[in-house]
């Protein structure tokens, strides 16, 4: 029986290989020693993101959750696009990521608005 993190599990791992036979597709090359083409090309790419976030807060505004969704997945789509551009260095930073979020608990952190903070020790 799939349990709903299988699920998406799942799902982000085949999202992630259309996002990259998209890029073959489209001869998207990754980022390279070249600074300006660089700079413009992540650029690009943040205005995908904003673009797509509005969007999803658009949908969440009127209170669409399937649009929503869909909305979201946009934006994981462009953003799992750009950590491709990055090539290596995007792999280094979701590990890294990974790693730093994972070691975040209950003792040292506390949920606020969705976020784990720092819990700040009183005198």
Same mark, same amino acid.
């Given at each position: 029986? &799939?349990?709903?993190?299988?699920?998406?599990?799942? #799902?982000?791992?085949?999202?992630?290989?259309?996002?990259? &036979?998209?890029? !073959?597709?489209?001869?998207?090359? +990754?980022? +390279? +020693? &070249?600074?300006?083409?660089?700079?413009? =090309?992540?650029?690009?790419?943040?205005?995908?993101?904003?673009?797509? =976030?509005?969007?999803?807060?658009?949908? @969440?505004?009127?209170?669409? @959750?399937?649009?929503?969704?869909?909305?979201? #997945? +946009?934006?994981?789509?462009?953003?799992?696009?750009?950590? @491709? !551009?990055? $090539? &290596?260095? $995007? !792999?280094?930073?979701?590990?890294?990521?990974?790693?730093?979020?994972?070691?975040?608990?209950?003792? =040292?952190?506390?949920?606020? #608005?969705?976020?784990? !903070?720092?819990?700040? #020790?009183?005198?």
């Amino acid at each position: 029986m &799939d349990t709903e993190t299988t699920k998406l599990q799942r #799902a982000v791992s085949r999202m992630a290989q259309s996002v990259e &036979d998209l890029h !073959v597709r489209f001869d998207i090359p +990754d980022l +390279d +020693d &070249d600074w300006p083409t660089n700079l413009a =090309t992540l650029r690009a790419r943040l205005s995908m993101l904003v673009e797509e =976030t509005g969007e999803h807060a658009q949908a @969440l505004n009127k209170v669409e @959750l399937s649009k929503s969704a869909l909305e979201a #997945a +946009d934006v994981l789509y462009v953003a799992i696009g750009t950590m @491709l !551009v990055y $090539g &290596d260095l $995007g !792999v280094r930073a979701l590990v890294e990521t990974y790693k730093k979020t994972h070691k975040k608990n209950p003792k =040292t952190r506390q949920m606020t #608005a969705g976020k784990a !903070v720092k819990v700040i #020790a009183s005198e």
